[in-house]
Each structure stands twice: as structure tokens, then as C-alpha cells.
């Protein structure tokens, strides 16, 4: 004989806990619909910053790199790319010996093997301080006698450095550096002379198979001249290092019609895998003061 169910001890029929499963997974679908919307954004927003990262930190490095440029050294052969001499430091040079007929100027008149730089070498901060196989330029204008490209001829405006050594005595605060033999053409109309760093004498930046490369330190002075080009392989040595994947850009330079400034525009397009696209629009002045 069955025992009656009491009605603190009913549970619930088949039917009900169906309705349960429907009405359940009917308010889930409610609420997926207003959920996606907020996820779908965030995630878009978390590829977007991804993007605009890697974007903005290429776009600062060329920015870096192209303010260090030698005074009239950039070219833009075509809108792939941008090219240019680096510098890591200046100075003034001596152009008379003092009250005593010490120091050493720099000789425009005949080749000359050194001359002493107003200033200590050692105050300069380590990545600046001149070194042995640096090259020394002098009033670079970037035209035919006074073009740091050019490497082979008559009115050479670049010399190695062959040594460097800190004055005595009354010439106690200035450097003396030796420089392979050269007649500068021209002198600076304010003694200046620029120093190109010795382990990377010219850098470009060029978009190429989808992606923007850093090639640097050319075979120079040999290949220096050919430099146009702004090919990807690594010809004569050097190096060439990936700035961003899937990436397009344009680079526009604005310099022959200005006496002492340039103006670099750069824009760059990354693209992730899922065709997120953003794109960076940069200008970077250049001092053109020889």
C-alpha cells in the first residue's frame, strides 16, 4: 500500500523543471544579446591600443633617429623610404692658435692630420664622446664639394678620426683629434664640425614586403654614394632590423626649398590579422644649419 506524500515533502514534476530550463536559457540569450555589444568593443579597443602601441613606438624611434640627422644628409629617393647620415655629437673647432701659439686650428689651406676641439672629449656623455674610426664633417650643404655622400674625388668634406687626446696646460680644457689627412673644402661659418658614429655612418628607414625594416651601417664609404636605392638586403654588411609587421607607409621629405630647416613627414598603417587597420601621421623638423 502506498504511502500518502506529505506537502512539506513535494518536489517538482518533469514539466516544470522543463519550463525552468526554457525560461532559463531565454533570459541567458537576453542577456548575451546586451553582453556583446560591451565585450565586442573591449576587445576591439584591446586590438586598436595594441595596434597604435607598436604604431607609435616605431613611429617615436624614426622620429629619434631622424633629429640626430646630419645637416643636410636626408633623402628621399622614393615615398618607401627615407635615408640619412647620423650624428652623435659636435663641437667647435680652433681656427687661430692662442696669445701663446699653442693650440692646433683646423688648416683649410692644405691638408691637415688633426685639430683641437674647444672642450673636453671626457665631460661628454659616454654614447657622445668622439672615438677613433668616427668621421669628423665640416659644413656639409649637401651639394657637389660639400656632400658628406660623397666619398671618392676632389673636395672631400669627411675625415676618420685616428686619435683623441685631452690638452695640457694652458690648453687643459680643449681635445686634440687626428684625423687622416683631408683638405676640408669649405670652413663653417660658425667653426662647427659634426661627428658621424664610427659603427653606423648611415640609416634608413623603408617599407618593404609588408613590413618597416631599420637598415643601418652601409658598406662606407664604398657603397655610401648607391645608398638610393633603399634596398632590404644587406649588401656590404651592415644590419637591418624589423620596426612592424603588416605595415605600409609614406614618407615625404621638405627640404630643398628651406635655407636651415626640414620638415619629415612619416605616415604609417598597421593592419592586425583580423584587418584591424590604424594609422599614425608624424612630422619631425630637421636642422639643416651646417
Known amino acids: ?70 645637416p643636410n644628409s636626408v633623402r628621399n629617393p622614393n615615398d618607401q623610404c627615407i635615408e640619412f647620415i647620423p650624428t652623435k655629437t659636435g663641437g667647435r ?25 674647444l672642450g673636453l672629449n671626457s665631460a661628454l656623455p659616454a654614447n657622445q664622446q668622439i672615438s677613433i674610426d668616427d668621421m669628423i664633417v665640416v659644413y656639409n650643404l649637401g651639394i657637389p664639394g660639400s ?49 658621424i658614429p664610427g659603427n653606423e655612418k648611415i640609416v634608413s628607414f623603408l617599407c618593404s614586403g609588408g613590413h618597416l625594416w631599420r637598415k643601418a651601417n652601409y658598406t662606407y664609404p664604398t657603397s655610401i654614394a648607391d645608398a638610393t636605392a633603399c634596398s632590404t638586403s644587406i649588401a656590404g654588411g651592415g644590419t637591418i632590423a624589423m620596426l612592424a609587421k603588416n605595415a605600409s607607409c609614406t614618407f615625404v621629405y621638405n627640404g630643398s626649398d628651406l635655407q636651415r630647416n626640414g620638415l ?17 601621421y608624424h612630422e619631425v623638423h630637421v636642422d639643416n644649419s651646417p
Open 264 to 280: 619629415v613627414q612619416m605616415t604609417l598603417s598597421l593592419t592586425d590579422a583580423s584587418g584591424e587597420t590604424v594609422r599614425l
Open 93 to 117: 673647432y680652433r681656427t687661430a692658435a692662442d696669445s701663446s701659439g699653442g693650440g692646433d686650428p683646423l688648416d683649410f689651406a692644405a691638408a691637415d692630420t688633426g685639430f683641437n676641439m
Open 1 to 70: 500500500m502506498l504511502k500518502p506524500i506529505a506537502a512539506s515533502e513535494s518536489g517538482f514534476t518533469l514539466v516544470e523543471m522543463v519550463m525552468v530550463m526554457v525560461i532559463i536559457g531565454i533570459v541567458s540569450a537576453m542577456v548575451a544579446v546586451f553582453m556583446r555589444a560591451p565585450i565586442d568593443a573591449y576587445f576591439d579597443t584591446a586590438r586598436r591600443a595594441a595596434l597604435t602601441d607598436t604604431a607609435d613606438t616605431a613611429v617615436r624611434r624614426m622620429a629619434r633617429d631622424i633629429r640626430k640627422a646630419l
Open 147 to 195: 656632400d658628406a655622400y660623397i666619398s671618392t674625388g676632389g673636395n672631400i668634406n669627411t675625415a676618420a678620426v685616428t686619435s683623441v687626446a685631452s690638452g695640457t696646460g694652458t690648453l687643459a680644457n680643449e681635445t686634440h683629434i687626428g684625423i687622416a689627412a683631408r683638405k676640408f673644402p669649405l670652413p663653417s661659418g660658425s667653426n662647427r664640425f659634426h661627428v
